[in-house]
Structure formats: structure tokens, C-alpha cells
């Protein structure tokens, strides 16, 4: 219990800007290898997926931010498809109303205000927000849930609060305030939002696509500390089954195009 408490504050930084700091210096660092193993065991992570063996790398940040090896995730080929993006644990929003609000753990999003744009949000009224919240056990690099064009791609967002449930639940809407990357694609579900929701107080996310075309399940990013992906969807475009709702794993059907 310690060691998961010391964890999921380490990966998460939710503490003061000043301890949050030396935590990410720490893990970055090589002081923090040796707590490799006792992190995968603490979370009960299958290192033999991992694309390097557990003595390859150098922090327990570079460990955090493992690739995988090739087929250890299998993106669903169906061309009427559209897959998780990452590893989490979904919620599915399906009454996006008029004025584009939402409700995620008991708290009221706008799209507005998570976009930085009403004529934008706009755009999804009645459609279906899909949000995918990633523990520190899951593989934590980002990809894309159907291939599309790159039509925007921005940041927003001042790192205010923790993204672990706790803090979907009793923090001030931390997915419409926290440090944000947003990108639009259009697709063949219409034009729909990937956002990468970053950690409290610091930049936790770095973005790894370059160019304006992306395959289904491509990599787009990844998230160096805690983190959560949402995904907006216009209305009639995609149906997203409910029957998903709870863990699932990058590549993984958890809706089709309509």
C-alpha cells in the first residue's frame, strides 16, 4: 500500500509544484532504475511485453514510457472499426446537449471551454465524448482511433489539477483546465477531437507524429506522468458500445462508423 501511494503520487505529481518538480527529476533520473521492478510488481505490469528487458532502461521514467514490442497490441483491422487509442479504463458520454455541455464523474464539462472554442464545440451537439483514463500500470504512449488528415493541432490549459479519478471526481473540471493538446482530424467518422490531457503542475506530454495523415492506431504521443485521452465525436457519426465501458486496451474495438 506504501509503495502504491508513493507511485501514484510519483506518476501522477499530484503534490506542491516545488515536491512535483523534484519527483520528475527523480524518476528521469538514474537514481530511480532501481525501482524498476518494484514498480512492475507493485502494478503487476507484464514486462514481457515490454520491448526491452527490464535491466535496458535507464529511470523508472524511461520504463514508464516503454514501447512495446511489435504484437503485443493488435489494432482491429475492420475498416468500419474505431479503437481505443491507449490503455485505460473508458467512459462513454453519449448527450453532448445544445450549448455542448457534458458530465464526466458527477462534474459539468462545455466542450467550449475544453476546445477554447464555441463555434468549435458547437459542432458536436448531440454527439458522444468518449474519455480514457490511463493508471500508472498501463502502457502509456497515445495513438489514433481511425486514420485521418491532421486538420489542427493545439495546446491549452494551465496544469491546475490531478487527472486520477479522485481528481475527475472532486477536483474543478481538471479536463477543461489542465495543460492540454488538441487535435482535430477528419476522418471517415467526420471530423472528431483527440485531446491528451497532461498531469498536474507540469508538462507531461510530448507529442511523437510528424505529418498530416494518420493511419488507424498510429502513435501520436505519448505521456510522461499521469494522464487521460478524450475524444469527441459529432452527432450520428460513430456508435461507441456501451458494453466497452470499464478497461480496455490500445487497438481494441470499442465502437463503429456509422
Known amino acids: ?26 524518476a528521469e533520473s538514474n537514481y530511480s532504475r532501481p525501482l524498476i521492478a518494484s514498480f512492475a510488481k507493485t502494478y503487476k505490469i507484464d514486462v514481457e511485453e515490454a520491448k526491452d528487458p527490464m535491466d535496458a532502461y535507464p529511470s523508472l521514467h524511461a520504463f514508464f514510457t516503454r514501447h512495446l514490442k511489435e504484437g503485443a497490441r493488435l489494432i482491429d483491422v475492420d475498416a468500419q472499426s474505431i479503437v481505443s487509442p491507449c490503455d485505460g479504463k473508458l467512459s462513454i458520454v453519449t448527450d453532448i446537449t445544445d450549448d455542448s ?122 505521456f510522461s506522468f499521469g494522464s487521460t485521452v478524450v475524444l469527441c465525436f459529432e452527432k450520428g457519426r460513430v456508435h461507441i458500445d456501451s458494453s466497452k465501458i470499464g478497461p480496455v486496451r490500445l487497438g481494441e474495438a470499442i465502437g463503429t462508423i456509422q
Open 101 to 222: 455541455r457534458f458530465e464526466v464523474k458527477g462534474q459539468s464539462y462545455t466542450l467550449a471551454e475544453m476546445l477554447g472554442s464555441q463555434q468549435e464545440a458547437r459542432r458536436y451537439a448531440g454527439g458522444t465524448v468518449c474519455v480514457l483514463y490511463l493508471s500508472p500500470r498501463d502502457y502509456h504512449r497515445v495513438h489514433v482511433p481511425l486514420a485521418g488528415r491532421v486538420l489542427s493541432h493545439y495546446e491549452l490549459g494551465d496544469r491546475s489539477a490531478p487527472v486520477n479519478e479522485i481528481g475527475l471526481t472532486e477536483t474543478v473540471r481538471p479536463l477543461s483546465r489542465n495543460y492540454r493538446r488538441i487535435t482535430r482530424f477528419d476522418s471517415p467518422a467526420g471530423v472528431y477531437e483527440h485531446i491528451m490531457v497532461g498531469a498536474l503542475n507540469v508538462n507531461t506530454i510530448e507529442w511523437t507524429h510528424d505529418g498530416s495523415y494518420v493511419e488507424k492506431g498510429d502513435e501520436v504521443g505519448y
Open 1 to 26: 500500500m506504501i509503495k502504491s501511494r508513493f507511485y501514484q503520487t510519483l506518476f501522477e505529481l499530484n503534490a506542491s509544484p516545488f515536491i512535483a518538480k523534484r519527483l520528475r527529476w527523480f
